[in-house]
């Protein structure tokens, strides 16, 4: 976390999603699996539960990496998520692809 009186650009890096961080780990998840729920995302990624997953992935929205996927009304999309439930579909921005492939070349470049 950083405080107020920190510069922006202090900001703008934490938010940015670091290797092998649950944020990271959300982002390249729903890369692979393209458009998703935050269930079927959770479901992938045991031991992160699904309140952690919405979470990291409101975090996402927020920086602009994830968005949510529109159907043809111009509505959220939603899919069933259990028997009585529901979850809006998200998808991976290409900000949101960027970051993962710069991060994955500063992992490699540090190993």
């Not at 938010?15 to 479901?43: H, I, N, W």
């Not at 602009?64 to 809006?88: C, K, L, M, S, W």
């Amino acid at each position: 976390m950083v405080g107020r009186r920190h510069p922006s650009t202090s900001k703008e890096a934490a938010a940015r999603p670091k290797f092998k961080t649950q944020r990271y780990r959300v982002l390249s998840t729903l890369m692979v699996l393209g458009p998703s729920t935050c269930a079927e995302v959770a479901d992938r990624l045991p031991p992160l539960t699904r309140n952690q997953c919405a979470t990291r992935l409101k975090e996402l929205r927020g920086g602009g990496y994830v968005a949510y996927f529109f159907n043809e009304d111009g509505e959220i999309e939603e899919r069933p998520t259990g028997p009585r439930t529901h979850g809006q579909v998200q998808v991976i921005t290409p900000i949101g692809k960027a970051i993962l492939w710069e991060e994955k070349e500063i992992s490699e470049w540090g190993e």
